[in-house]
């Protein structure tokens, strides 16, 4: 499965549980006993075996990685934030992002969701400046962790 540009391991993750049929990411990393915990802490063992499994470049997949620090306390690259700039709870996305990547419902597992959707900070799509929209809540919501909690999807 190709890995765009800007999309975190959570969510080149979410797309392969959907493309495989499964019902929730936890089922799919239990069924194919990948390990979510350390995947979501960003270490490199995680987004290795990630980027093998999906079949795309390691380093390109770590470069949008967000690594867990302890304590509510992330890094990505060379910056550093805290819990609260990150949006957790929903899936944020632009609408003209998902029309021109999905060529159809049915193949919703095809729209990567970008890392900058998720910072709380920002609310349009820089690409198109259209008001980022975000998905009602998953049906197995209790069962999906939030995308950066580290005590996940």
Request: proline share 7%; glycine share 6%.
């Amino acid at each position: 499965m190709p890995h765009a540009a800007f999309e975190p391991a959570s969510s080149l993750l979410s797309r392969l549980a959907a493309r495989g049929g499964a019902s929730s990411m936890q089922r799919f990393c239990g069924d194919i006993a990948f390990p979510i915990d350390p995947l979501f802490r960003g270490e490199n063992v995680a987004i290795g075996q990630l980027a093998q499994l999906a079949g795309c470049d390691a380093a390109a997949l770590e470069r949008v990685s967000v690594r867990h620090l302890g304590k509510g306390h992330f890094r990505l690259r060379d910056e550093f934030a805290s819990l609260q700039s990150f949006q957790r709870l929903r899936v944020r996305v632009c609408p003209e992002c998902v029309r021109a990547e999905a060529p159809s419902a049915a193949e919703s597992w095809r729209v990567p969701r970008r890392l900058q959707w998720k910072f709380s900070s920002i609310r349009s799509c820089p690409e198109h400046g259209c008001i980022l929209v975000s998905f009602p809540p998953e049906k197995f919501s209790k069962e999906v962790r939030a995308t950066f909690k580290c005590d996940s999807h």
